[in-house]
Structure formats: structure tokens, C-alpha cells
């Protein structure tokens, strides 16, 4: 863990950069040290239908979600949260001087009774950082 979904308004299309934004904060989350690589997905939707604020056609948005599997405690959770969304402002500065832009970022514990899954990712991780990043 964790997964992050992003959820930006449609109107950002064409003025964000969707394949450069998921890698930072996809780096960002790994760059933490609390979450193994094996773990993280990363993966973005664009809101069709939304109001923001007033209304006006011209309001965006971008939402950071991470649900995370339980166990951290309270400051490394805040650590993370603290230095993901500072990648996240850093990269949608640009954007955020440009427009009326409401930036979010929240980190949500999975319950790990409700919880379901079955995952080799973190195996062939290994496997390919042992053979220099090869398929």
C-alpha cells in the first residue's frame, strides 16, 4: 500500500501534464521510505460533472486520495501525508498561479478485517531491481 487516486476536475485536461503528474507523486510516495514499491498504486480519473466554490466554469480541482493498509503510526502517516502533498504543490505551482485552483490531500487506514488481497508484485520488484531494472 498504499493506492493513490487522484481525482482532478475535467477542466484541467490539456493543462496538466497526467503522465508527469502521476510520477511525482508516485516518486514522492516511494521517497518517503514508508511505503515498499511493490505496494504502491498510482492512478488518476477526471471528474466530468462537479461545482466547485461559486460555480465558475473557470474553478479546478486536484484530490489526492492514499488508503493505506493499518499499522503506522500517527507521525510517520503525517510525515508521509506532509511530503507527498508538498510534491503535489511544487508540481501544480504553475497551475495553481494560473488558475482558481483548490489543491487536497487525505490518508485513509484500510480496515484490515474488510480487507481482501492477494499480490506477487512486491516478488517481481525484487526480482527486476536485482537484475539492474530489467523486465
Known amino acids: 500500500m498504499p493506492h493513490i487516486v487522484i481525482e482532478y476536475s475535467a477542466n484541467l485536461r490539456g493543462r496538466l501534464d497526467l503522465p ?3 510520477a511525482t507523486v508516485h516518486s514522492a510516495a516511494l521517497d518517503t521510505g514508508v511505503f515498499p514499491a ?20 473557470d474553478n479546478t480541482f486536484v484530490h489526492v486520495g492514499l488508503r493505506i493498509g493499518p499499522g503506522r503510526d500517527l507521525d510517520t502517516r503525517k510525515r508521509a501525508c506532509e511530503t507527498i502533498f508538498a510534491a503535489v504543490r511544487q508540481h501544480l505551482a504553475p497551475l495553481y498561479e494560473a488558475l482558481p485552483l483548490g ?12 480487507r481482501c488481497r492477494q499480490n506477487n508484485l512486491h516478488e517481481y520488484v525484487e526480482r527486476r531491481a536485482s537484475k539492474g531494472g530489467a523486465a
Open 20 to 22: 508527469a503528474f502521476l
Open 103 to 114: 489543491i487536497s490531500l487525505d490518508m485513509q487506514d484500510i480496515d484490515p478485517v474488510l
Open 38 to 57: 511493490g505496494g504502491i498504486r498510482t492512478r488518476a480519473y477526471a471528474a466530468e460533472h462537479y461545482v466547485i466554490a461559486d460555480g465558475h466554469p
